[in-house]
Nanobody, 121 residues
Framework: VQLQASGGGLVQAGDSLRLACAAS????????MGWFRQTPGKEREFVAA???????TNYADSVKDRFSISRDADNTGFLQVNVLKPEDTAVYYC????????????????WGQGTLVTVSS
């Protein structure tokens, strides 16, 4: 599976963004897409994940009231990020795996290149 993330940018606090991740390859069976974020010097942090088939989702507690993960019929996943805060500044990565919706980056086999989100105060 190949993943291509897009949609990042420079925004102000309180703004919204819609990140996208185009997936190509075998996603028909038991595919899960996750979003992670990382800032310099810190470990990659789980944000959200979705089961491609049944739409089951999982969110980090820190974002569940502001972020929303979804997918469309064309194999593209989305992360809607609302009411952005400066602490949301990070490189956002989409990732894929086969199996259950989990929050640990080590279980994700496929990774996109990342898209930078910068939130100014």
């Amino acid at each position: 599976v190949q993943l291509q993330a897009s949609g990042g940018g420079l925004v102000q606090a309180g703004d919204s963004l819609r990140l996208a991740c185009a997936a190509s390859g075998r996603t028909e069976i038991n595919f899960v897409m996750g979003w992670f974020r990382q800032t310099p010097g810190k470990e990659r942090e789980f944000v959200a994940a979705i089961n491609w088939r049944d739409g089951r989702t999982n969110y980090a507690d820190s974002v569940k009231d502001r972020f929303s993960i979804s997918r469309d019929a064309d194999n593209t996943g989305f992360l809607q990020v609302n009411v952005l805060k400066p602490e949301d500044t990070a490189v956002y990565y989409c990732a894929g795996r086969y199996g259950s919706v989990v929050a640990y980056s080590k279980y994700y086999r496929f990774w996109g290149q990342g898209t930078l989100v910068t939130v100014s105060s």
